[in-house]
């Protein structure tokens, strides 16, 4: 009878050991300049959710590159709450960000978006000249788009993070995703999705670079908005703890 109840309690042993081995990540969604705007979710909400959640590594959208530019040159490429969060913790935090192959190892520069034979120059006057091409535009606002983007500015404008942990926001961005898929597909535009998907997916690759290469760290990986539902998706498969609530800040005065 003894002998059953050891091998019972090493069961459970092993059980609570193979729990404990799952690294825990939080992929929060950030709203960029939208932070300003929205009472429910401010930069001070977002800088006291990380000192709560109390991450060993953090992923945030800055490129490698520029990971290391003086904040008031920085500000003029990136969001305030990464270069915000990049400056509160730089012990912690690495870049994530990318732009294009291209671009890869040059520092951000205006003259990089005004170089005429880079991709994003390429990209920028191909977005420029859509937006201008009447029988276009009139396709793309018989689509579901235009719903799909007053409601992600509704929420940015009154979500708070826990709100936007609930996965509505990345269910109607995964919607629009597939919409532009199809609608740009056979068009002269249909290079400009798969640059922003190709973008999409390397930011991915990079958080989750990240996270494999810290097995046993807290991770909190920063994106916008926009941006996490690819990653949520891809660490569905990994052996990791995905953190859904802020069930952790309960406790916090």
């Given at each position: 009878?003894?002998i059953?109840?050891?091998?019972f309690?090493?069961?459970?042993?092993?059980?609570?050991?193979?729990k404990?081995?799952?690294q825990?990540v939080?992929?929060?969604?950030?709203?960029?300049?939208?932070?300003?705007?929205?009472?429910n979710?401010?930069y001070?909400?977002?800088?006291?959710?990380?000192?709560?959640?109390?991450?060993?590594?953090?992923?945030?959208?800055?490129?490698?590159?520029?990971?290391?530019?003086?904040?008031?040159?920085?500000?003029?490429?990136?969001?305030?709450?990464?270069?915000?969060?990049?400056?509160?913790?730089?012990?912690?935090?690495?870049?994530?960000?990318?732009?294009s192959?291209?671009?890869?190892?040059?520092?951000?520069?205006?003259?990089?978006?005004?170089?005429?034979?880079?991709?994003?120059?390429?990209?920028?006057?191909?977005?420029?000249?859509?937006?201008?091409d009447?029988?276009?535009?009139?396709?793309?606002?018989?689509?579901?788009?235009?719903?799909?983007?007053?409601?992600?500015?509704?929420?940015?404008m009154?979500?708070?993070?826990?709100?936007?942990?609930?996965?509505?926001?990345?269910?109607?961005?995964?919607?629009?995703?597939?919409?532009?898929?199809?609608?740009?597909?056979?068009?002269?535009?249909?290079?400009?999705?798969?640059?922003?998907?190709?973008?999409?997916?390397?930011?991915?690759?990079?958080?989750?670079?990240?996270?494999?290469?810290?097995?046993?760290?807290?991770?909190?990986?920063?994106?916008?908005a926009?941006?996490?539902?690819?990653?949520?998706?891809?660490?569905?498969?990994?052996?990791?703890?995905?953190?859904?609530?802020?069930?952790?800040?309960?406790?916090?005065?």
């Amino acid at each position: 009878m003894r002998i059953l109840i050891w091998i019972f309690m090493l069961v459970l042993l092993a059980s609570a050991c193979t729990k404990e081995q799952k690294q825990e990540v939080l992929v929060l969604p950030v709203i960029h300049g939208a932070h300003e705007m929205n009472p429910n979710y401010t930069y001070d909400d977002l800088l006291r959710i990380v000192n709560a959640y109390g991450p060993e590594i953090i992923g945030v959208e800055i490129r490698p590159e520029d990971f290391q530019i003086q904040s008031d040159s920085l500000d003029l490429f990136y969001p305030l709450e990464m270069i915000m969060i990049r400056d509160s913790f730089p012990d912690k935090v690495h870049g994530i960000d990318y732009y294009s192959e291209d671009t890869r190892n040059i520092r951000v520069s205006r003259e990089m978006f005004l170089d005429t034979v880079s991709e994003i120059y390429r990209m920028t006057r191909l977005s420029q000249t859509m937006k201008l091409d009447s029988s276009f535009v009139a396709q793309y606002q018989q689509t579901r788009i235009p719903m799909i983007q007053e409601e992600q500015r509704r929420m940015a404008m009154n979500y708070s993070a826990e709100d936007f942990l609930k996965g509505e926001y990345d269910s109607i961005t995964g919607l629009q995703y597939h919409i532009e898929d199809s609608l740009f597909k056979n068009s002269i535009y249909a290079a400009y999705p798969v640059f922003n998907n190709r973008r999409d997916l390397q930011i991915t690759k990079n958080a989750l670079r990240l996270i494999e290469d810290n097995p046993k760290k807290k991770v909190l990986i920063l994106v916008g908005a926009n941006h996490r539902n690819r990653l949520v998706d891809s660490l569905m498969n990994k052996n990791v703890e995905l953190v859904r609530d802020l069930n952790f800040m309960k406790d916090l005065p």
